[in-house]
């Protein structure tokens, strides 16, 4: 019998994303994988992702979806994500369950839909863990977001011991520059404005998204291992304290990486499939960007996307926007239909501000909109000299394997950490945290795209690419993890 691992992400653009890659990586190494999402998601994936049309032909790999128990699609808008999470633990975890159980019973000689033999499911959902360890099947947490938050996360009982938190309320400007010393490892450069961002809405000890956040990452040491998308060269220390709480966890990133390198090596054997575009795209592409990035300067183009989740106000828009076009640089952005904050009356994303004409018609010379780029194939492009980015984790190693130096703009849970790591840990890029008004905006592309700092971070990138590169490949640290990890799957239809 072949071990068959069942692959269960939370519904939001980047985990499908991160977790589909380990899904097509962990099938390239003849495991059966199925790919349980959500029926709204699925629906999604087969009609703007190439990735699951080519994965749903291929023998021993299965797709298969449940409810996510939403009737309101309001209800899955970016600003209710605690919602959408409530509503997958109370309704989901039955059906989970259900599918799980019929499963399990079924003969095992039945080839159709063979006996599951072990979980791989997203450490934001515990129901998950808790259903599988319930049924005796082995479990394995997979968090997509960065070692440094999850280590934050971990740290909070030490925070609250050592009276660094909670914070004074409500956090003044000057209290945020305060200096955090319980964080095992991060003593000599972390400050309350670094840790994730509800740490300063917490009022006290208690806060609804904090208790969910730490309730989380406990229950991650229920599973039998812990996944994490990152290498020992970037986040070796990190991922040592990490290893205190979670003993084997394997650090295999960037996957997206792995993926590209493992599928070339597949392909140059067999020729029998179609060479990848690896995305589990919840939106259609807009591809004409890469045409027009063909015509601009090399290293001339600042990329900007806030990913799938940020949403901002049309006023700080505007004054980004304005910065944006002062800075007199090339840019691709991304705008989602859905990245103002807030709804009409009718549900429907409010309309974008009018926009000044001297900010049109700058755009127009030296911009190109867009609603949802091929990310991975923009950084990857030459004409690409930098990313200002929202810091989401898949987009900062995304960044990392391209070599491009960052402008880290971070909203909200892990992106205030990752954003100090990139500036002061990596030195990859600059961290606009917390920094308003056009000027800042303008000040801060034109330090990352011109002149010497920008040739410096540059040079820091390159050598991060450098490291990501050889961690995946043979003997490399994350090729390593990787074999170990299939090894015990494999072990699992004993
Ligand atoms: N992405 C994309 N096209 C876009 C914007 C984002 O393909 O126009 C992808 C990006 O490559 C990344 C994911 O969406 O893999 C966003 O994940 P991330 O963890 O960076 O941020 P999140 O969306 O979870 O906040």
């Not at 269960?8 to 991160?18: K, R, V």
């Not at 989401?392 to 880290?408: D, F, Q």
């Not at 205030?416 to 056009?438: A, F, N």
Request: with cysteine; glycine share 6%.
């Amino acid at each position: 019998m072949v071990a068959h691992v069942l692959v269960f992400p939370f519904p939001a653009q980047g985990h499908l994303n991160s977790m589909l890659k380990l899904a097509e990586l962990l099938s390239l190494s003849a495991l059966h994988i199925t790919f349980l999402t959500t029926d709204y998601h699925y629906h999604r994936l087969c009609l703007h992702s190439p990735t699951h049309a080519r994965l749903s032909r291929r023998p021993g790999f299965w797709f298969r979806s449940i409810s996510d128990g939403l009737t309101d699609q309001r209800l899955r808008s970016a600003d209710r994500i605690l919602e959408l999470y409530e509503s997958l633990t109370y309704n989901s975890s039955s059906l989970f369950r259900d599918l799980l159980i019929s499963n399990q019973n079924q003969n095992q000689h039945q080839d159709w839909w063979p006996r599951i033999t072990c979980l791989v499911v997203d450490g934001i959902m515990p129901f998950a863990i808790d259903v599988a360890n319930d049924l005796g099947i082995p479990t394995i947490a997979f968090r997509t977001s960065s070692p440094c938050s999850i280590w934050t996360y971990f740290s909070l009982p030490r925070l609250i011991q050592a009276g660094e938190f909670p914070f004074p309320f409500p956090a003044e400007e000057a209290d945020l520059d305060e200096r955090v010393y319980a964080v095992t490892g991060m003593e000599s450069f972390l400050r309350r404005r670094d840790l994730p961002g509800f740490f300063r809405q917490a009022r006290d000890i208690s806060h609804p998204f904090l208790d969910f956040v730490y309730a989380v990452t406990l229950s991650s040491t229920r599973a039998k291992a812990f996944i994490l998308n990152s290498f020992e060269a970037m986040d070796g220390t990190v991922l040592s304290h990490i290893r205190t709480v979670c003993p084997t966890t394997y650090a295999i990133g960037p996957l997206h990486s792995m993926l590209t390198s493992m599928s070339s090596h597949v392909l140059i054997n067999s020729q029998s499939d179609q060479v990848l575009t690896n995305s589990a795209n919840l939106w259609q592409q807009d591809r004409s960007c890469l045409t027009w990035l063909d015509n601009q300067p090399k290293g001339s183009v600042l990329y900007v996307s806030f990913g799938s989740y940020t949403v901002i106000t049309n006023e700080d828009l505007l004054e980004f926007w304005h910065g944006l076009v002062n800075s007199s640089q090339r840019f691709l952005w991304v705008i989602r239909s859905d990245l103002v904050n807030g709804v009409d009356k009718e549900g429907s994303p409010l309309p974008l501000l009018s926009v000044p004409p001297e900010v049109a018609e700058g755009t127009s010379k030296r911009g190109c909109v867009v609603a949802w780029a091929p990310q991975e194939e923009v950084l990857a492009h030459p004409s690409v000299g930098c990313f200002l980015t929202h810091s989401g984790w898949n987009s900062t190693l995304e960044s990392v394997v391209a070599g491009v130096p960052m402008i880290c703009w971070p909203f909200f849970v892990d992106q205030q950490i990752t954003s100090r790591y990139v500036s002061e840990v990596w030195k990859i890029g600059l961290d606009m945290k917390d920094m308003h008004g056009r000027e800042i905006v303008e000040r801060m592309v034109r330090d990352a795209m011109e002149g010497e700092k920008a040739q410096e971070l540059k040079r820091s990138a390159a050598a991060m690419a450098e490291k990501a590169k050889e961690s995946i490949t043979e003997g490399g640290s994350s090729h390593l993890n990787f074999q170990r990890l299939v090894h015990y799957l494999k072990s699992t239809d004993d």
